[in-house]
């Protein structure tokens, strides 16, 4: 398998300052790996709410994480700020592919990058569910060009 190279800052739409917090770091003096996985929940779900296609309360169709993955490339630590990029890879009936790469702030190359993939289901049901139109909007703004 060829080892994956780390993104750079410009092939992502979207970027959220995502501030660190001492408890990120683990006992080796960087950030724990687990916490990468809440910074893309964050990015994700920060551009959802902010553009009026997420109620996390109330709304009728909430998306489901069915696959997720991460590639490390260096290290970050408390109190690095974080820049998380973000794009949509794959936009389809029912899912949609987030794409995440987290970039010390002022640095061009990823220290970490993975994805999300998203099936959005009827909250009560849990079924799939087809990506409203006000939603598939919104992400059709964080689309790679084809």
Known sequence: MAKQE???RDGYRHFLTITTRWM????YGHINNVQYYSYFDT???RFLIEHGVLDIHAGEVIGLAVESH???FSSAAFPDDIEAGLRVA??????VRYEVGLFIQGRDSAVAQGHFVHV???RQGGQPVGIPENLRSAL???LEPA
Request: proline share 4%; net charge negative.
């Open 24 to 27: 990120d770091n683990d006992i």
């Open 6 to 8: 780390p993104g750079e």
């Open 90 to 95: 794959h936009l389809g009936r029912s899912s």
């Open 43 to 45: 990015v994700i779900n």
């Open 140 to 142: 059709s703004i964080l």
């Open 120 to 122: 959005y289901v009827d």
């Open 70 to 72: 991460c590639n490390y």
